[in-house]
């Protein structure tokens, strides 16, 4: 069996891939290991009730795709908030001790903050071991990172508390129920775990029990402990991606539902359930109006309650609720499901954590490798891990460049063939000569003119033969500029011819401060490291902000930027943009990533004039690039868009607020990897 583009792991990630290339019309196949698509996303009927027993809350709700997916499908939201702040009737935990917990989190939460910009370390150092509210600020931590504080990565928390919106929506239905409805219409073959993808020879061989299966391209979606513990090999092996596998456990969160007897029960209410011990559950009681309570365990308590029975993981949870209930509701609250997702065969977790300093392990992961092998889940999300929409946009992120690859033109150079020389009708006269004696009397009949071809032929004769010219002379000067700095760009001259005086310094990235290209990425371009010159997926956003109306965004790349700076004019439209993209492409194969940021932060205009961030840091700040501190880096990148109209010194407005907020995303940049390719 085969197939062009071939998934494998039928959870959220791989379902979006899928849907994603058959929608691009790609010949695409899905495998999933499990009988069942929706991955960590499970919805499951007791009675009446829908009940998520993985993922459950539309998380980030005003920004997650799956929340434009429900509406366009015609599924309900509810947006009552969670309460997870709240604790219903004071029950078990005083006013005055939940406003003493909020202070002692808000603390732990600032100093962990404080420290983000510094070398990364456990969770747990920022809370002092005899607090009083350690205990459940680590029950939190084992809600929210599936780990206990001491197992949690310091930057790999920063770059989710700092995406992490507000809005917190269930849905009705179900979320398992909408991401498996999503792939419902998908080409999938249950029940086939792929043990083996071989990719020596031209198209990959998949090995399942049901035999092989073949592809030009493969999307790699499973939970890492599949990668990390060998059940799914390469051949040849790719350490990195197993070394970057293990680097991001899935920590584990489990669920137990109990129903409730009886119509008089709390509705909507939250509670936890003793707020001095690590060992303890979130519970959702009566939400959506449901007689049913949702008990929510994680890390090490997650873990010992797995190793318990049915009966005794309920009975766990019932005498937490009848301690703070009353001792009637142990009558009152009968096991309906429960979880364990650590002993799910392809699973073995719920969402996956850094292990300490190893939070750029994300990128590694999401590479992709030799253009024909894709990675998707919610480990290589650089900011919206443990998700679903983190899942679901890395899974997108992985089709367009599994359909990017594809696309793009394999150059084969080939010899002309030889021909052997024929005998023409004057070689014959010439033989007829030598082999008659006698003179001939006759003149020799005169040569015939030679046709003029059509306009149209000659026409396209010298488009073919200016844009063979063209070809060469790009790539050789493409080439060039590879080792040798651009001494001139078009905008300079246009300066020059205006009157205008220019000032630029080159200034090598090898003495540059990393702080500027990382707030360049953080600014202009966040996937600069992750394709191949062309962010589908800005273009998309771009173009569809813009048909909103308003100010026009647009959606170029570092290296298109780069292109358009160093070989072309500014204006043109739609002709340049074509020219554009044919650099864009050369510099990505010709020059690499680390090159094309160097040309970029040394011919990008930062001012009137001025050419360059170390011109521009010599300028506004008084010194050259080779020290730069965050807030300078993210003032230089906020002007970059519009240099002729932003300054950063003493900004104001936008440019003190962009530049503000790039300084702060320098570090997520570092901490997660995205400057992993000009380091």
């Known amino acids: 069996m085969s197939s062009k583009f071939v998934v494998i792991g039928g959870g959220a990630a791989g379902i979006a891939a899928a849907r994603r290339l058959v929608d691009s019309g790609a010949d695409v196949l899905l495998l999933e290991a499990s009988g069942r698509i929706g991955g960590r996303a499970h919805s499951v009927r007791v009675g009446r009730e829908a009940l998520d027993l993985g993922c459950s809350w539309l998380h980030s709700a005003d920004r997650n795709p799956w929340t434009r997916i429900a509406l366009a499908e015609g599924f309900q939201i509810e947006r009552t908030p969670a309460g997870w702040r709240e604790q219903w009737h004071d029950l078990g935990f005083a006013r005055a001790d939940q406003d003493a917990f909020h202070r002692a989190y808000e603390q732990f939460s600032e100093r962990a903050k404080a420290y983000a910009n510094g070398p990364d370390r456990p969770l747990s150092d920022f809370i002092q071991p005899d607090n009083p509210w350690r205990p459940l600020i680590d029950a939190i931590s084992g809600y929210a990172n599936g780990a206990n504080l001491g197992a949690v990565s310091l930057h790999d928390w920063a770059a989710y508390e700092n995406a992490a919106g507000d809005d917190n929506w269930r849905l009705v239905e179900g979320y398992g129920t909408l991401i498996a409805a999503y792939g419902k219409r998908l080409p999938v073959r249950l029940d086939s775990p792929v043990s083996m993808i071989d990719h020596r020879g031209p198209r990959m061989r998949l090995v399942t029990p049901q035999g092989l299966v073949e592809a030009d391209r493969v999307i790699v979606a499973v939970p890492t402990p599949i990668i990390a513990d060998g059940d799914l090999k390469f051949d040849p092996p790719i350490d990195a991606k197993r070394d970057a596998a293990a680097a991001l456990p899935l920590g584990l969160a489990d669920k137990i539902f109990l129903g409730i007897r009886g119509d008089d029960y709390p509705r909507n209410a939250h509670l936890i359930g003793n707020p001095r011990v690590a060992c303890t559950a979130s519970y959702q009681i009566g939400y959506l109006g449901r007689p049913v309570v949702e008990a929510f365990f994680g890390g090490d308590c997650a873990e010992a309650l797995e190793r318990e029975g049915d009966l005794g993981a309920a009975d766990f949870a019932i005498g937490e609720l009848a301690r703070l209930l009353g001792n009637d509701w142990r009558l009152r609250l009968q096991p309906l499901a429960r979880t364990r997702w650590r002993a799910e065969r392809f699973i073995r977790g719920s969402y996956s954590h850094a292990r300490i300093g190893q939070a750029p392990q994300r990128g590694v992961l999401a590479a992709p490798h030799d253009d024909r092998i894709f990675f998707a889940g919610e480990a290589c999300s650089a900011s919206d891990f443990s998700t679903a929409h983190g899942a ?288």
Not at 436 to 458: G, I, N, T, V
């Open 392 to 679: 679901y946009e890395t899974g997108i992120v992985a089709a367009e460049e599994a359909l990017a690859a594809d696309r793009r033109p394999r150059i084969v150079a080939s010899m002309p063939l030889m021909t052997a020389p024929s005998t023409t009708s004057a070689d014959a006269a010439i033989a007829t000569t030598q082999s008659d004696p006698e003179p001939q009397s006759e003149a020799m009949p005169a040569r015939a003119a030679k046709p003029r071809r059509p306009f149209l032929r000659r026409l396209f004769g010298w488009i073919w033969k200016g844009a063979l010219v063209f070809v060469i002379v790009s790539v050789l000067w493409v080439g060039l500029y590879r080792f040798i700095n651009p001494p001139f760009t078009f905008t300079m001259m246009g300066d020059v011819l205006h009157g205008q005086l220019i000032t630029k310094q080159w200034m090598s990235i090898d003495r540059m401060d990393p702080n500027m290209p990382r707030a360049a990425i953080a600014g202009e371009d966040a996937r600069f490291c992750l394709h191949d010159g062309f962010d589908f997926s800005a273009l998309r956003q771009a173009y569809k902000r813009n048909q909103k109306g308003g100010r026009i965004r647009g959606g170029s790349t570092i290296s298109q930027q780069t292109a358009k700076n160093v070989f072309l004019i500014q204006g043109g439209g739609y002709v340049r943009k074509g020219f554009e993209a044919w650099f864009t492409f050369l510099i990505e194969h010709l020059w690499g990533k680390r090159r094309i940021m160097e040309v970029y932060l040394n011919v990008a205009e930062t001012g009137i004039g001025t050419y360059g961030a170390n011109a521009g840091s010599i300028r506004y700040f008084g010194h050259d690039a080779s020290r730069m501190s965050p807030t300078e880096a993210g003032r230089i990148a906020a002007v970059l868009p519009l240099p002729k109209k932003r300054a950063a010194i003493d900004p104001r407005g936008f440019v003190r607020r962009h530049g503000n907020a790039l300084s702060r995303y320098v570090n997520v940049v570092r901490g997660s990897g995205l400057d992993s390719c000009v380091r």
